[in-house]
């Protein structure tokens, strides 16, 4: 089995696939000075649950965008798998995509995944928008390349900015306050976050299939997207596996077996 690993700048993603389908997958707080062996229990204990061991996994990739974590998690592979792991972005590690993009040495390994999972998933030109730390929109080309996108915010930062700045602001749960006109702070805030988001990204979408000038099909990814799923005329699929199952391309593109 294949363990497939994407760190972000908030959770850290771990995926288990048996080469037929995806097995179980399970999210933690990403935290650099977390060792290999304090990763370890809590992984083996969250396996268990699932009916899995170390002993059934064979391999492992990893992806992230916080390099200070790799050092514990490359351990982690190394002496709980007994794998030397795949790192998206390394040498050598092709992706079997083209970067498009000025400086191409800058793009996340994140977005670049999703640019793969989105690829050979739906096909393309694609917009792929994912909402995490921050919120993402990349363009996938038609024969799959990465062709850039855009940065903003995440949700969760934004009401976090809110509350940090505005001493009478409080934290507020992100969900459909049901009108658009507050009634008083939270539901005003709730419809700000809400409304604002979902106006936001249509509008950014929209801009984009304008300035591209073709038909795009849009996918929404990431831990904050389930909230919004079904608000959205412009979005046609809502897919929480896309950086998963770009991980487990990229490993098959190199070469990988498990």
Known sequence: MLL??????????????????????????????????????????????????????????ISTVVPQALFNLRNLS???????PMVVGEDGLKLGIEV???KPNEAGADRLVNAV??????????????????????????????????????????LQALHDAAARLPRVEIRDPGRVIGKDTVSAMQSGIYFGSIDMIEGLCNRIKAEY????????????????????PSIDHFDQDLTSRGLLEIFKRNGGTF
């Open 4 to 61: 497939a690993i994407d760190v972000g700048n908030t959770n850290t993603k771990f995926a288990i696939h048996d080469g037929k389908s995806w097995r179980a997958q399970w999210r933690s707080s990403t935290d650099t000075s977390r060792t290999a062996d304090e990763y370890a229990p809590w992984l083996n204990q969250i396996m268990v649950l699932s009916g899995l061991t170390f002993s059934d996994v064979k391999a492992c990739i």
């Open 100 to 102: 498009r993009i000025d």
């Open 117 to 158: 999972g989105a690829f050979i998933e739906y096909g393309g030109p694609a917009i792929v928008i994912d909402s995490g730390t921050a919120t993402t929109f990349d363009i996938v080309a038609a024969d799959g390349a990465f062709e850039g996108g855009i940065i903003l915010p995440g949700i969760n930062l934004s």
């Open 213 to 232: 000038g073709k038909p795009m099909i849009t996918i929404a990814t990431g831990g904050v997207a389930s909230i919004f799923e079904g608000a959205f």
């Open 78 to 84: 190394r002496r709980y798998i007994g794998a030397e």
